[in-house]
């Protein structure tokens, strides 16, 4: 009888083998691709709408949620920030940061202190929204505005650059350091394919002068949101 048992377990493995590989191929075949490109290609891929903002909220979008890590103990904002330090900040009791180093790109300043950085939206929220968010369930935009799946998704900055940027696009701000800017854009331009966002003809206009000109070398890297 045992050894019968045994043969039963066997062949129930070996069924199961082609089962789980079948599982897994096809896991495989519809997760996103990462896609690669040139700023100008990628400006391209962009479509061109209208924005509109009617019915906006900021609580439209909740934030900061658990995060990625749901045994961390840490919100989305600690998360980013840990994972942006240059100098690892001490993670005290209710995921209390002390310590730490950061840079914010937008401007090049040195920080050492985690109340001093906002963790900035690349796409705002608000042009998110004009974008094509409004049409979106409550949990995409959660999804969106908790994005750590893309590390161009969410930045920490100084909080004068995130506040003087507030919820404009490049055709209306640009970071105050040229030597973030094409970087900058070609982040804008990522997180807009990425979530299937729109551009006005304004905003395109913009990015075109950028990716026709002084940033015509910078590569696109994005994933389409799942």
């Given at each position: 009888m045992i050894k019968n048992l045994a043969r039963g377990f066997g062949a129930l493995s070996?069924?199961?083998?082609?089962?789980?590989?079948?599982?897994?191929?096809?896991?495989?075949?519809?997760?996103?691709?990462?896609?690669?490109?040139?700023?100008?290609?990628?400006?391209?891929?962009?479509?061109?709408?209208?924005?509109?903002?009617?019915?906006?909220?900021?609580?439209?979008?909740?934030h900061w949620n658990g995060g990625d890590d749901a045994g961390d103990g840490c919100n989305t904002r600690a998360e980013v920030l840990l994972a942006e330090a240059v100098v690892a900040p001490t993670v005290e009791a209710g995921c209390k940061l002390t310590g730490?180093?950061?840079v914010s790109y937008y401007d090049g300043q040195e920080v050492t202190a985690a109340g001093s950085l906002d963790i900035d939206h690349v796409v705002p929220l608000a042009e998110a929204w004009d974008s094509g968010a409004s049409a979106w369930t409550a949990a995409r935009r959660e999804a969106y505005a908790n994005d750590q799946g893309a590390d161009v998704s969410l930045v920490a900055v100084t909080a004068r650059t995130n506040r003087s940027k507030s919820d404009q696009d490049p055709a209306e701000w640009?970071?105050?350091?040229?030597?973030?800017?094409?970087r900058y854009v070609g982040e804008w331009v990522a997180t807009k394919l990425r979530w299937g966002l729109t551009a006005d003809d304004r905003e395109l206009q913009a990015l075109k002068v950028y990716a026709e000109g002084p940033c015509e070398d910078t590569i696109v890297r994005y994933t389409p949101a799942a």
């Open positions: 070996l069924a199961l083998v082609p089962l789980l590989s079948s599982q897994a191929s096809q896991a495989a075949q519809t997760a996103p691709v990462a896609e690669v490109t040139t700023l100008a290609d990628a400006v391209g891929l962009v479509k061109a709408t209208e924005e509109d903002r009617t019915g906006y909220t900021r609580s439209k979008f909740k730490g180093t950061w640009m970071p105050p350091s040229p030597q973030a800017q094409c």
